[in-house]
C-alpha cells in the first residue's frame, strides 16, 4: 500500500460548484497535513496547513483531518476558473520529511 | 509576501558535467529541503538540512548529490556527474520550523542531455 494515495483526476467542474478533493494514507504517524496548489511547471503554493482532527477553514477553502480514518480533504466553495491547477496533499510525521500525493488536476469550467 | 527564491529557472547541462542549483530561502527559516520532480510524476524528498547539516536524506540522495550553506543566505544542491535520469524540476523549501508549513520556490527545471 502506498503512503499517500490521492486520486490524479482529471476532475473538471462548473464555475461556482463546490469541489472535494481527497487523499488516504497509512502511515499513522503523521501528524501534519498540507495542501498544496501547483501551476503547470510551477512550484507547490501552501494553501492549508494542519496538525489536528477536525476543520481549518481560510476563505473559500476547508481543509478536513479524520486521522481515525486516515484521510484528509479539501473543499473549495464557489470555485473559480483561476481555481484550475494541480492540488498536492503532502503530510510528514515529527521527522520533517514532506511525502506527497500524486496530485489531483482540478479544471473549472466558466 | 516573503519567497524562496531559485536560480536558475532552467539550466541544460552534458550528461557526465557538475551542476550547482541554488537557493535563497525565507530569512528567518531555519530549516531547508530540496525536492524534485520528474514530468508527470510525484514530488519527491531528497533532503533536508538543519543546523548545518543534513537531518535527513532519501535514497535518492547518493553520493552523487551534495547541499552546502556557503553562507548566511544561500542553499545549494550539487549533482556531481549529471545523469539523464537526473531530469527534474528540482525544487527547494524552507520553514520556520515544525509548527509550520513549507514554503516552496519555483524550482529549477533541470534538463540533462
Known amino acids: 500500500q502506498k503512503e499517500v494515495e490521492q486520486d490524479p483526476g482529471p476532475l473538471s467542474v462548473p464555475e461556482g460548484a463546490i469541489v472535494s478533493l481527497n487523499c488516504t494514507y497509512s502511515n499513522s504517524a503523521f501528524q501534519y497535513f498540507m495542501w498544496y496548489r501547483q501551476y503547470s511547471r510551477k512550484g507547490p503554493e501552501l494553501l492549508m496547513y494542519?496538525?489536528?482532527?477536525g476543520n481549518k477553514e481560510d476563505g473559500r477553502f476547508t481543509a478536513q483531518v479524520d486521522k481515525s480514518s486516515k484521510y484528509i480533504s479539501l473543499f473549495i466553495r464557489d470555485s473559480q476558473p483561476s481555481d484550475s491547477a494541480t492540488y498536492l496533499c503532502?503530510?510528514?510525521?515529527?521527522?520533517?520529511?514532506?511525502?506527497f500525493g500524486q496530485g489531483t488536476e482540478l479544471s473549472v469550467k466558466p | 509576501e516573503p519567497e524562496v527564491t531559485q536560480t536558475p529557472s532552467h539550466q541544460v547541462t552534458q550528461m557526465g558535467q557538475e551542476v550547482i542549483l541554488r537557493c535563497v530561502p525565507i530569512?528567518?527559516?531555519?530549516?531547508f529541503y530540496w525536492y524534485r520532480q520528474i514530468l508527470g510524476q510525484k514530488v519527491e524528498f531528497l533532503v533536508s538540512f538543519y543546523n548545518n547539516e543534513i537531518s535527513e536524506k532519501s535514497e535518492i540522495f547518493d553520493d552523487q548529490f551534495s547541499v552546502e550553506r556557503p553562507d548566511g543566505s544561500n542553499f545549494t544542491l550539487k549533482i556531481r556527474s549529471t545523469k539523464l535520469e537526473d531530469s527534474a524540476m528540482y525544487f527547494c523549501?524552507?520553514?520556520?520550523?515544525?509548527?509550520?508549513?513549507?514554503?516552496f520556490g519555483s524550482g529549477t527545471r533541470l534538463t540533462v542531455v
Open positions: 503532502a503530510m510528514r510525521n515529527q521527522g520533517g520529511k514532506l511525502i
Open positions: 523549501a524552507s520553514s520556520a520550523g515544525q509548527g509550520f508549513g513549507y514554503t
Open positions: 530569512s528567518n527559516h531555519l530549516y
Open positions: 494542519t496538525y489536528s482532527s
